[in-house]
């Protein structure tokens, strides 16, 4: 994971963190999440994910809005320069992922893996 963050910064000035939020607002519906569902979808706390949507706000690639369903609720917002900046670092990074991982195990293996990794998707007793 170290390596991925340290070729994401040096190449695209981007931290695995601020990915992984670009990462879960091109999924949410309308590339649009709440805050508070933004902050557990990425696994930190409100204050730790302002910070992070400072940085991406300041570059352009999120807004934050007040919410279409709740007024009282911010939501953060991917923007059309961040969907594009996210398409191009993506392509980027999963290159790093195969490199980094998927490359290091056989077809065999990695087909072992997919199914163990499956019995985590479908929950527990399924």
């Given at each position: 994971?170290?390596?991925?963050?340290?070729?994401?910064?040096?190449?695209?000035?981007?931290t695995i963190g601020e990915f992984d939020v670009l990462r879960a607002?091109?999924?949410?519906?309308?590339?649009?999440?709440?805050?508070?569902?933004l902050a557990e979808a990425v696994v930190l706390t409100a204050s730790?994910?302002?910070?992070?949507?400072?940085?991406?706000?300041?570059?352009?690639?999120?807004?934050?809005?007040?919410?279409?369903?709740?007024?009282?609720?911010?939501?953060?917002?991917?923007?059309?320069?961040?969907?594009?900046?996210?398409?191009?670092?993506?392509?980027?990074?999963?290159?790093?992922?195969?490199?980094?991982?998927?490359?290091?195990?056989?077809?065999?293996?990695?087909?072992?893996?997919?199914?163990?990794?499956?019995?985590?998707?479908?929950?527990?007793?399924?």
């Open positions: 994971m170290r390596e991925l963050d340290e070729e994401l910064q040096s190449a695209h000035d981007l607002l091109i999924t949410a519906p309308d590339h649009r999440r709440r805050m508070c569902d730790g994910l302002s910070r992070r949507v400072d940085r991406l706000e300041r570059a352009g690639w999120v807004s934050r809005e007040r919410s279409n369903e709740d007024g009282r609720s911010v939501e953060t917002v991917l923007t059309d320069d961040g969907a594009q900046f996210f398409a191009r670092v993506s392509d980027f990074h999963l290159s790093g992922v195969r490199r980094l991982f998927a490359e290091q195990f056989s077809e065999e293996e990695l087909e072992t893996l997919a199914s163990l990794l499956g019995r985590l998707e479908r929950g527990p007793g399924r």
